[in-house]
């Protein structure tokens, strides 16, 4: 079946705008994830999701950073008042809904901020 | 001091090597251990799940887990051009909500 995907695959945006990032996870996965992915700080945890509640918000760097979820299904990352530190590219995970079950990646949305 | 240490590399091995890719973690909350392949512009992809100490092989990958040195590896025999990649290690605590915390992940080229 089809994997997670993400839209746009790059973004380019100014200083100061706002950007909406997708993910569609797969069919059935109630668990969705964020991750941010740097050249200095790795892969790092942004948002959880199960269902469409976000118990656990606490790797989102600032409050410019919001994300939902609707229906269960897709997810949307947004970043207000963008600034170059937030330059990276952005992944989106789904799993089955367990904890422990394994999460699937998406090809990621590469972000770059001028 | 992070969480997870993995040596970023570059790694350079002739085509047929065994690799060992290696992390190493300070938190002994940490149950569950993985290992992911990520090419480039691409997202991660699983190669390896292990729960707790031991041993777990999968075809030319064996993942490695020991508990008491806060140590895991991946080995990659047989290596070849194809798994030039990056490779990350993760990790889940048991009270966790499936964050996972990740190496900085190593760069891996197998050359012809």
């Known amino acids: 079946g089809a994997g997670v995907s993400q839209s746009p695959s790059n973004k380019v945006t100014e200083k100061g705008k706002d950007v909406e990032l997708r993910c569609d996870p797969i069919?059935?996965?109630?668990?969705l994830y964020w991750y941010r992915q740097s050249l200095g700080q790795g892969l790092e945890f942004l948002i959880y999701?199960?269902?469409?509640?976000?118990?656990?918000k606490s790797g989102l760097p600032s409050d410019r950073f919001s994300a939902e979820r609707t229906g269960g299904s897709v997810s949307t990352l947004t970043i207000q008042r963008t600034q170059q530190e937030d330059s990276a590219v952005y992944l989106c995970?789904?799993?089955?809904?367990?904890?422990?079950?394994?999460?699937?990646f998406g090809p990621g949305t590469r972000l770059t901020v001028l | 001091q992070k969480e997870v240490e993995q040596d970023p590399g570059p790694l350079s091995v002739p085509e047929g090597a065994i690799v060992s890719l290696n992390c190493t973690y300070s938190?002994?909350?940490?149950?569950?251990f993985m290992w992911y392949r990520q090419y480039s512009r691409k997202g991660p992809e699983l190669l390896m799940y292990?729960?707790?100490?031991g041993n777990k092989e999968d075809g030319r990958f064996t993942a490695q887990v020991d508990k008491s040195s806060k140590y895991i590896s991946l080995f990659i025999r047989d290596s070849q051009p194809s798994d030039s990649a990056t490779y990350l290690c993760?990790?889940?605590?048991?009270?966790?909500?499936?964050?996972?915390?990740f190496g900085q992940g190593t760069t891996l080229q197998v050359k012809p």
């Open positions: 995970a789904s799993s089955r809904g367990l904890r422990t079950d394994t999460q699937y």
């Open positions: 069919s059935g996965h109630t668990a």
């Open positions: 999701f199960q269902g469409n509640s976000a118990p656990d």
């Open positions: 938190n002994s909350a940490f149950q569950y």
């Open positions: 292990t729960y707790s100490s």
């Open positions: 993760a990790m889940l605590r048991t009270s966790n909500t499936g964050k996972l915390i």
